[in-house]
């Protein structure tokens, strides 16, 4: 798991708020560890490493549908059989959209689970409020559980469940918590019953790296991660040196794949642009140089076996483009 978290940095380098490359980053056990030390209360005060010992298996990532019908869903999963941790919804004319990264976490005791789900956003989107999306979420997280992990009328085996939006590129450095409460309208009727089953936490990002504060001790490792400014080594630095997290000197190949999709291709796009003198040969170059870094992406990808739906994730393609392409490639 070390040698993927500097993999996930070198890949997320180049252009770190990329959607996969964040979502890679946020996956790391001792990452996500830190962000439920600091927003679960369960977890509040224990060490890093624990809190990492106690989330199950592999965080899946892009694979579970929000979509009711479809997070229940039976589905292999690199040879692993899983029910209802399928990660987006399928919507009619939109395409699937899928739980950015979900996963079970024990909780102290070692045997109760709640359900975690991390979604990275690289701002608060402009054509729908973000705060709604969030409570879709949380609410399929919820509704998904019957049949899985509560049966018939069980309702007292729901487990508990976390949506946690990161947001980047906001006005301020900011961490809310979204919950259940009651109030009583007429009379003081004890309801039973767990109000603590629905979370939402949403925490803002700016662009500036925080300093070193246990106020903003999260959001100084999230910034740092997902930084354009800090080098790949600066990053593995804080990370290592501030957060404890485990780093190893090798990196994977598979996940290099990752990298020039969005820095890197523009820089070398306007250097072929800047090579041609004029306006019009700068804007060819970024085309040209853009196409050919896709084209390597997407043959890399197919050939080390990833789905049709996680190449389009990763450079938003259509599909009908992206079959086309592969076709020609081969």
């Not at 102290?108 to 701002?123: P, T, W």
């Not at 709604?132 to 979420?137: E, H, L, P, Q, V």
């Not at 009328?153 to 918590?177: F, R």
Request: contains cysteine.
């Amino acid at each position: 798991m070390n040698t993927e978290i500097k993999n996930a940095i070198q890949a997320a380098d180049s252009e770190a708020q990329y959607d996969e490359s964040a979502k890679r980053l946020l996956a790391q056990k001792y990452v996500l560890a830190h962000i439920l030390v600091r927003t679960v209360e369960e977890f509040q005060g224990m060490e890093i490493e624990k809190v990492a010992s106690l989330i199950e298996g592999d965080p899946y990532i892009s694979k579970v549908p929000v979509a009711s019908g479809l997070t229940n869903k039976d589905r292999n999963v690199e040879g692993k059989r899983i029910v209802g941790l399928n990660t987006e919804t399928g919507e009619k004319n939109e395409g699937l959209v899928r739980f950015d990264i979900i996963f079970y976490v024990r909780m102290r005791n070692g045997l109760a689970q709640m359900i975690i789900n991390v979604e990275a956003q690289k701002d608060e989107p402009g054509s729908y409020q973000i705060l709604n999306r969030a409570i879709f979420y949380v609410s399929r997280l919820i509704s998904s559980q019957k049949e899985r992990d509560f049966v018939k009328s069980n309702y007292n085996d729901i487990k508990t469940v976390y949506s946690i939006w990161v947001c980047m590129n906001m006005p301020e450095n900011s961490m809310c918590h979204i919950y259940l409460t009651k109030e009583d309208l007429l009379g003081k009727h004890n309801w039973k019953g767990n109000l603590n089953l629905v979370n939402i936490v949403m925490i803002g990002l700016t662009n500036a790296l925080p300093e070193s504060h246990n106020e903003y001790g999260l959001h100084r490792l999230l910034c740092a991660m997902f930084s354009n400014e800090l080098s790949q080594q600066q990053k593995m630095k804080i990370m290592e040196q501030e957060y404890h997290i485990p780093m190893e000197e090798s990196f994977k190949e598979e996940v290099s794949i990752m990298c020039n999709l969005s820095q890197g291709i523009k820089e070398a796009g306007i250097a072929e642009g800047r090579e041609a003198g004029i306006a019009e040969g700068r804007e060819a170059g970024i085309v040209e140089g853009k196409q050919r870094e896709i084209e390597k992406v997407v043959l890399n990808m197919h050939k080390k076996g990833y789905s049709l739906e996680q190449i389009m994730d990763a450079t938003e393609l259509e599909e009908i483009e992206l079959k086309s392409m592969i076709k020609k490639l081969k």
